[in-house]
């Protein structure tokens, strides 16, 4: 436990230069305290401890002490996970799913077209109710997925029931890459693109998704960044580059106080454009809104967002396991910063919790969907 709270610690000396000696003086007095509780719990508690999960319980409380909402403590286990997440890439079968409305099991909401589960005869609105004939009822979606999840090239048998009969199929697990943008018109000429994240592929697909709406004849877009979690700068950056006119785009200040900012040449996307966003669209997701506001090329349609204006670098621990620290803060392109203020929609259109889980699992139409509605409406005027 020493050498692990010795290695996590001195990471983040290395990370924050400019605290070195506080921290060297928080290794000294914090791990004897930890040292001697760890001796007492193995010399004097009467029940079984588990070293490991002891370890990882310290560190996780170590980054929850430093009061940041955003940075967070990431075990072994779920390291590797962490990193596909970014890679918009994982090892799976091709599904997602949600909780039916009478806990009778999970439904299959969306099945990927070129996905594993898709040649397996996996359908939406199947039921999905056993996984390696256990039985899934009771469980949450996320213990479901990690049943699923496995190494690449090895199979899950996954028990569904459709039309009043079980079926049981076989599904080889492969390494599936997500889309991260896609596009679709909308009635009178109007595109809409979807932007899942800022994570890796984020601009070339976005850019790639906007034209090709533009050949099938869209004239206004729409970008959706609803329940979009942010993601790398660096695709932000681009992404802005391609739709703006030449000048600042991007602010970031290091904890250092190095400065650096992005801007834009003079190319740009001359189209109406309009972003809808809600209480679930995080960090990049906000500086797009908020740089296409500044520049007045874009109408922000929804509800206001969290305000998340600092970043956060993954850090690895050199044991599997790893910290996400907040190491910087981010500003829009007149320097203003959103933490804790967020973006404010130029028309707000608000949701009920209904709805907003529909938005979510992609299952309200465009019709029913107030916001693109909202939005529709402001590009036609």
Same mark, same amino acid.
């Given at each position: =436990? ?22 060297? =003086? ?44 955003? %940075? ?11 990193? *596909?997440? %970014? ?11 949600? $909780? ?45 997925? *990690? ?5 690449? #090239? ?10 009043? *009969? ?16 896609? #596009?679709?018109?909308?009635? #009178? #000429? ?80 001359? =189209?109406? =454009? ?102 529709? $409406?402001?590009?036609?005027?």
């Amino acid at each position: =436990m020493k050498d692990k709270l010795l290695r996590f610690l001195s990471y983040v000396v290395v990370a924050m230069l400019a605290t070195a000696i506080t921290l060297q =003086m928080t290794i000294k007095t914090g791990t004897g305290k930890l040292d001697r509780l760890e001796n007492l719990i193995q010399e004097r508690f009467i029940g079984d401890a588990d070293g490991e999960a002891m370890e990882d319980a310290a560190a996780a409380a170590m980054v929850k002490a430093t009061g940041d909402r955003w %940075s967070y403590y990431i075990p072994a286990s779920q390291y590797e996970a962490h990193k *596909e997440q %970014s890679e918009n890439a994982y090892v799976g079968i091709g599904i997602t799913i949600q $909780q039916s409305e009478d806990a009778s099991g999970f439904l299959v909401v969306t099945v990927d077209p070129q996905g594993p589960a898709q040649e397996a005869d996996i359908m939406v609105n199947d039921l999905l109710i056993a996984v390696e004939d256990q039985d899934v009822r009771g469980m949450t979606a996320s213990e479901v997925r *990690e049943l699923i999840r496995g190494e690449a #090239g090895t199979k899950v048998s996954l028990t569904v029931m459709r039309q009043g *009969e079980h079926q049981t199929l076989a599904v080889e697990r492969r390494r599936i890459e997500s889309p991260v943008a896609t #596009g679709e018109m909308l009635e #009178g #000429g109007i595109g809409l693109v979807k932007i899942s994240n800022f994570d890796e592929r984020c601009a070339s697909e976005s850019i790639a998704a906007i034209q090709k709406l533009q050949q099938e004849g869209a004239k206004k877009i729409i970008f959706d960044v609803r329940n979009n979690p942010g993601g790398y700068a660096e695709e932000l950056v681009k992404l802005l580059d391609y739709l703006l006119p030449e000048g600042d785009l991007f602010r970031s200040v290091s904890y250092d106080g190095t400065e650096k900012v992005d801007t834009s040449d003079a190319s740009y996307l001359d =189209m109406p =454009m309009a972003v809808l966003i809600n209480g679930s669209s995080y960090s990049a997701a906000e500086f797009f809104a908020a740089a296409l506001q500044e520049y007045q090329a874009a109408t922000i349609v929804g509800e206001p967002t969290v305000g998340k204006g600092v970043y956060q670098t993954t850090i690895s621990l050199g044991d599997g396991s790893a910290v996400a620290l907040s190491t910087g803060k981010y500003f829009t392109p007149k320097g203003n910063s959103l933490t804790d203020v967020g973006v404010t929609p130029d028309v707000r259109v608000d949701v009920d919790e209904e709805t907003e889980e529909k938005i979510y699992y992609g299952t309200l139409s465009y019709a029913e969907d107030p916001q693109i509605q909202a939005a529709i $409406q402001v590009l036609n005027r």
